[in-house]
């Protein structure tokens, strides 16, 4: 997952972990891969790259073992993939669904919790986390 190096980029699988769980967290929703911040394909062949198996399985392989790895594997069941064409680049959108009980991203050591609010993925300390999952789950 690089951003114009060629090389895996470790904080951008974080920021895609804790993109989901936080919409996993909230109502769910979608995150599109190979898609810049102002909305421009970039298609996905930069990520292709990195990888030993140089193609969109391998990709898969990569994007599954970085959210078993951040989110665990009991949440399997709440992300879809598929592989649009984005102007005539091929991109990634995962989907994820509200999930029935509290996805933390584990990350350093240690274990975040993230929920969607305007936008952007939002942490919560211990206290805020208990409190919203009082009305949540």
Known sequence: ???????????LE?????????????????LFIGVDDHGNAIGLDLDYGTLKKADRDGFQLHLGNIL????????MKLW??????????QI???QVTR???PVHVSHEGKEEFFVRKEGSSQPLSRAQEHEWNKGRF
Do not use: F, Q
């Open 1 to 11: 997952m690089p951003m114009r190096t060629g090389e895996v980029n470790k904080k």
């Open 14 to 30: 974080h920021v895609i972990a804790k993109t989901l769980a936080a919409s996993m967290n909230s109502d769910g929703g979608s």
């Open 68 to 75: 078993d790895s951040y989110l665990g594997k009991d949440v």
């Open 80 to 89: 879809k993939l598929d592989w649009p064409l984005y102007d005539d680049r």
């Open 92 to 94: 990634c959108h995962v």
């Open 99 to 101: 999930a029935n009980k």
